[in-house]
């Protein structure tokens, strides 16, 4: 059997995919004619080409997959006609193929509304890596940026335009609202507001009537009602186009606005031809998502290899991050108001909109809207497509989704077996707990054999829950255990290593736990070790047990050097220190910058210097920062009261303290702090696993606070304390945390999951409901008596300082392969290649 | 294993006890891993395929499923050391390996 498809995007590359499984070994002939240079590659994620990704990144398999699959690949080589007759395609490359079944994937081109002008310089469409690719090249000669179409899409173009530095960014809508198909007026407003917060202008209502410019370059653009936005860089994002043209040649019926007609087995009017994707029209109707597209290539290979399966329509719910703001529509996002109900909640100081649309007799949840938080989505879209029976509260599903509640687990559970839990690779409940019950019973194991997960992971939660669902259904006692080689959780782990008195990895693992090991296990025991004894960390055997930034004392980077990072408690440091940093990047040819946490990191140390700019720091009065550990960090402050005229009290001072107090502390994963003068908040100390802020009758004390990819604010604690009180009280608050956390888990989703929340911690913390609180005070005082700076005892310590060698055959020597390239008056690390 | 090509990489002290260190041989840089709990001794690239970084001597060891590996330090990509195939992603290229005998406390990798 000889395939011939048309054209090598996502839904192509699928299509080859499901038919080599598909099909007897040794029976398929296929051939590819494919119009860009390279082969398929991710279009979803298209925009991360310019946060970092490269082209190769983005590929879907690289070329050789395609060779070994006895796929014959024409890149750069556009079909030009299509015989239907002798059944053949001829490629402007001058080739010829015959073909028993042809599969039209050519999926959807631009579609550039006609505007004069529009052909002028600096105009771009927003469509292919080689788009891209240009728009890179012209984006430092732009000073303003527009993107024409406020949807989905041109919000990406938009998103891209940012990435490229051109901060000024404009997106202009035709319609009264952005993403109108997807959401409604409100929500827009919300997203729109969030957008705008971020930096992007929008300009809804505007229809542009020209594109202006002289000596072919564009300049600026006219709206129709005559207004002017000055512009040197246009990127065209306003719908799609299916590419039907060479269907049209050969005389296949395709819709008056575009799109081969195809049959729910994707067959065109011709039945050896199909055609999947964006290409494709289907009762009407264009399927502009990848997710269809993917269960398209499905049907249609299912169907060649004989087998029966229908395309019945695809739902077109969506679930994507916007320029870091979560957009998820689902089901119908604007069931009119004669015929169901609404839930609106809207949170304008978080930026959060949540609709949910729900029947008239109030049973089933029809669809909604989630802008800002979209969590609760996955669940959302099950119960709609399910058609399962609310509860008596249907609110329940979006306040219950917030609090984090344990329900969901059992949520996920209750769905029937064909619910799709992946929507990308059409993977179903049943299929994914089969697969547990037959002993894939860990994330991974469950995504290589069943593929649920892998392309956006979006579903990730709820495989988890299935699998723990599915485990405790069989009666097996899910205890969340570290890895295999110990069957404890991490605080049963804890508790046993300080009732045995075990100070080494090999010790743990004598007595509870076999085998060797692994890179799981490994860091979590010498984590707990670390903030149980304070022992110095790379003795005893453990050092190779450590994670690989503490077994070297400092941060990996890019092509294998490392960053050095002193500890300048509190931000405050004098002329004299700040000359000897300099020296030492000097010396040893450091990239330096000031981090987030008021310090000063050096890039770029040869493993084989860091002892040497370890002691030169030191005999200057520095110390280990800990920048390398799961410890605490910084205590950021911002001035306080012995500058600042706005200071209650001595911040500085404070941040210093806690900081002197906290160093070196090791924990399930890195503690940030601050302290704030007043409520001005300049040190963002609610940003911070614990934050504190002055009072004019003392200190309030927030915890559980967190910035990076899921920013939450921290919550008060105690009020108006006095600063011994404040201490006393973050003792117990990181001995507790320090005791009782899962691996790898930051203070606030420890407190996230902690049963009684915020009240529960306050009672063990304030009130002593536990009776512990002796004992966690007894215990951080015994860690703060222990504190020692382990870079001044590797220097000082000739084997350990052995280890800091690339070679040991060649001591000293430095890894030749390690490169470095020029940026402004420094250095940056070689890109990956 | 046959190989007739040895040559002397370091002395059995020189590699820490369950890690790894990077052997120079030439232009060539080895990865040498010591199991000492059961006294075993594995030798790689020192490349990680991954991202091209010559990283792997400063990975963790340990075993799946008995199965002994490395995880290198970057992103935790994880090879066997039995055959070298990259054991967390199906689509990552694998890794060489060495045979590697231990004599006198003098250790030897097989070229």
Redesign the interface.
């Known amino acids: 059997m000889k395939i011939v498809i048309i054209g090598n995007g996502m839904v192509s590359y699928k299509f080859c995919e499901k038919i080599i499984a598909k099909a007897p070994a040794g029976t398929l002939e296929i051939v590819i004619f494919g119009e860009e240079p390279r082969p398929a590659y991710d279009r979803v994620h298209l925009s991360e080409f310019f946060s970092g990704k490269t082209a190769d990144d983005l590929l879907l398999?690289p070329a050789d997959w395609y060779t070994q699959n006895n796929i014959r690949l024409h890149l750069g080589d556009p079909v030009q006609q299509i015989d239907r007759v002798h059944k053949t395609v001829h490629s402007y490359k001058d080739i010829t193929e015959t073909y028993d079944y042809l599969i039209i994937a050519t999926g959807s081109s631009a579609f550039v509304p006609p505007i004069p002008g529009v052909d002028k310089k600096g105009v771009f469409i927003y469509r292919t890596i080689e788009d891209l690719e240009l728009m890179r090249d012209y984006a430092p000669k732009a000073t303003r940026g527009v993107v024409i179409g406020g949807g989905l899409l041109g919000l990406e173009a938009a998103k891209a335009l940012l990435d490229l530095g051109v901060s000024d960014t404009h997106v202009i809508e035709f319609a009264p609202r952005l993403m109108p198909r997807q959401i409604d007026d409100n929500g827009s407003r919300m997203l729109q507001h969030k957008l705008e917060s971020l930096g992007l202008h929008i300009h809804t209502n505007k229809n542009t009537a020209a594109i202006l410019g002289e000596d072919d370059t564009i300049s600026a653009l006219q709206f129709a009602d005559d207004s002017i936005l000055e512009a040197n860089m246009l990127v065209i994002s306003a719908g799609i186009k299916p590419r039907d043209e060479l269907a049209k040649l050969c005389g296949l019926e395709t819709g008056h606005r575009g799109g081969i007609v195809v049959n729910d087995q994707l067959q065109t009017t011709d039945p050896s031809i199909y055609a999947i994707g964006e290409c494709a029209l289907y009762n009407g109707m264009i399927y502009g998502l990848v997710a269809p597209g993917y269960e398209m290539a499905e049907v249609a290979a299912t169907h060649i290899t004989g087998e029966h399966k229908a395309f019945t329509g695809f739902d077109m719910s969506t679930k994507l991050k916007l320029i870091g703001v979560d957009v998820a529509s689902f089901g119908d996002p604007f069931a009119p108001a004669d015929t169901s109900r609404t839930i609106v909640f809207e949170d304008s100081m978080k930026g959060t909109y949540q609709r949910i649309n729900i029947s008239g007799d109030g049973k089933l949840l029809l669809g909604g809207i989630l802008i800002g938080d979209a969590e609760a989505y996955n669940m959302l879209l099950q119960t709609t497509k399910n058609k399962i029976i609310l509860p008596p509260n249907p609110e329940d599903l979006l306040l219950g989704a917030r609090g984090g509640n344990t329900e969901s687990g059992a949520g996920v559970m209750s769905l029937p077996d064909d619910a799709l839990i992946c929507s990308c690779e059409s993977v179903s409940k049943g299929a994914i707990c089969e697969a547990v019950e037959a002993g894939n019973e860990t994330l991974?194991a469950v995504k290589?054999c069943t593929k649920a997960g892998t392309c956006c992971g979006g579903c990730v939660p709820m495989v988890k829950d299935l699998i723990s669902g599915t485990m405790k259904a069989q009666g097996k006692y899910i205890r969340n255990v570290v890895c295999?080689?110990f069957a404890y959780s991490r605080q049963e782990l804890f508790d046993l290593i300080r009732i045995k008195d075990i100070r080494s990895?090999?010790e743990a693992?004598d007595h509870y736990g076999h085998?060797?090991?692994?890179?799981i296990c490994?860091?979590v025991v010498a984590s707990i070790m670390a903030s149980l004894w304070n022992d110095m960390i790379l003795e005893k055997?453990n050092?190779?047990?450590q994670?690989?930034?503490d077994?070297?004392l400092a941060n990996?980077q890019?092509?294998?050097t490392y960053s050095v990072v002193p500890r300048i408690p509190g931000g405050e440091i004098t002329p004299e220190k700040l000359l000897v940093i300099a020296q030492v990047g000097l010396k040893y040819n450091l990239y330096t910058k000031i981090t987030g946490g008021q310090r000063i990191d050096l890039f770029g140390a040869h493993l084989s210097d860091l002892p040497f700019i370890w002691e030169e720091l030191i005999a200057a009065g520095f110390e280990s920062g800990h920048a390398y550990g799961k410890a605490l960090r910084t205590v950021k402050s911002c001035v306080g009261s012995t500058w600042c005229r706005f200071g209650l009290h001595d911040s500085v001072s404070f941040a210093i303290r806690i900081e002197e107090r906290y160093r070196g502390l090791r924990a399930p994963h890195k503690i940030k702090s601050a302290v704030s003068g007043c409520i001005r908040e300049c040190a963002e100390a609610q940003s911070k696993d614990f934050g504190i802020i002055a009072t004019d009758k003392g200190w309030n004390l927030y915890v559980g606070g967190n910035g990076g990819s899921k920013p939450q604010h921290a919550i008060l604690l105690a009020a108006d304390l006095d600063s011994d009180t404040c201490i006393r009280y973050i003792d117990r608050f990181l001995m507790f945390y320090i005791k009782t956390a899962d691996p790898l888990t930051r203070t606030a989703t420890w407190l996230n999951k902690l049963d009684g929340g915020i009240n529960y911690l306050r009672n063990v913390v304030v009130n002593d409901s536990l009776g512990i609180a002796e004992q966690l005070d007894n215990e951080m005082q015994d860690l703060v008596d222990k504190y020692k700076c382990e870079w001044k005892e590797v220097v000082e310590n000739p084997e350990l300082r052995k280890?800091f060698n690339?070679?040991?055959?060649?001591p000293g020597?430095k890894?030749?392969?390690?490169k470095f390239d020029p940026l402004r008056e420094q250095k940056r690390a070689a890109e990956?290649? | 294993m046959s190989t007739n090509n040895w040559f002397y990489?370091?002395k059995v002290s020189?590699?820490?006890?369950?890690?790894?260190?990077?052997?120079?041989y030439g232009?060539e840089?080895i990865a040498?891993f010591r199991?000492a709990?059961?006294d075993a001794w594995y030798a790689t690239q020192n490349l990680c395929p991954h991202?091209?970084?010559?990283?792997l001597s400063?990975?963790?060891?340990?075993?799946?499923?008995?199965e002994?590996?490395i995880?290198c330090?970057?992103h935790?990509k994880?090879f066997s050391l039995a055959d070298g195939r990259c054991l967390?992603d199906?689509?990552e290229c694998g890794i060489t390996t060495y045979p590697v005998k231990v004599e006198e406390d003098l250790v030897y990798i097989g070229i």
């Open positions: 398999a991974n290589k295999e080689h990895f090999d693992l085998g060797d090991g692994c890179e490994k860091p055997g050092d190779t047990v994670d690989s930034n077994r070297y990996i890019k092509g294998g280890r690339h070679f040991v055959n060649a020597d890894d030749p392969t390690i990956w290649k | 990489a370091c020189d590699v820490p006890a369950n890690g790894g260190v990077c052997v120079k232009d840089q040498l199991f709990r059961r991202k091209q970084q010559m990283a400063r990975g963790m060891t340990g075993t799946q499923e008995g002994p590996k995880a330090p970057f935790k994880t967390s199906d689509t």
